[in-house]
């Protein structure tokens, strides 16, 4: 008998990843149309990049144990062509950018799209039957360009002042700072890593002096140059752009440079990671996959898919840690990983 997935992954739990993780992989759209019965997420671009390894390395691991039935999983880009054909026979849809924008798309688009990216938690606006299920453990600090005016810390409530516009100027951060205007700007609407960052630093009023409209983690935007930018970014996005060699001429941090808050710093300079105290701070955040409650708990072939994809003995859980780890996210715990929650 043809053994399925499902049948195969307790076993499978303990091996390794299929493919090794390469430098500069994993950034694409699927390279052959899904089909219909197939898994798709749409959404962050902070999670695409380690969601397409994922993709491809668990497509692979149904391969080599010569599972030709259960579905595949497949992830679209947060960006590219205006539109995507998400499954095979589906009609088109406009590109989900962003944890927000995807997690929109989850509820309108049916069967065409069965998870979201996530790089931010349950909103309480978010549909109750919206399940968030979590995969790593990410932070998000602030960014400003090497060599220009910005100081190497600012505190929370620094950065809030300088996204309510009631902190304008360097020299109402300190005398010893050139008499300079600040420019803050923040990621597209869309933007899991902005919602976030603004909930991390106090839930400011976002002021007037604020621009907004780069992609996240996109340090090369021709709007982010300047001696007096001021940027968030994602931890693990820039280890996964600069140290884990997965940047691409377009996604790169270019001349920003993460700076700390307040006395915490972001990265341990050591081991190339995520600072442990960061991440365990307000500015530490876990990721999310979101799907539909009535498929998650499902008994039919799509909904085991699902489980055995993101749930707590699926396969990212059990065999992503490397994918993981070279794409800048720290690991979660065997009882954290695959657990649930909604808003």
Known sequence: MRKTAAKLLAVAAIATSVATVAAGTAVADPAVTPAAADIVSVGSDTTQSVSTQFS???NAYLTSIGD?????YYSWDATGSATI???SGASAITRPNGS???ITELNTAGSKVDVARSSRAPKPTDPASDIF????KDAVTWSANNGGHAPASLTAAQLKGIYDCSITNWTQISATLPNATIKPWLPQANSGTRAFFLTAIGNPTVGSCVQDGPEENEGVDSRLAGADVVYPYSVAAYLSQTVGGHGTPTSNPGSLTLRNVGTLVPVNTTTNTINAPFAASAFGRVVYNVVRNAEWTATDAHGAALRNIFGPSGWICANGTNDIKSYGFLPLSAAACGTTTHS
């Open 68 to 72: 030709t039935t259960s579905p595949r």
């Open 100 to 102: 927000g924008a995807g």
């Open 56 to 58: 491809t390395d668990y």
């Open 133 to 136: 299920v979590a995969f790593a």
């Open 85 to 87: 054909t998400p499954k």
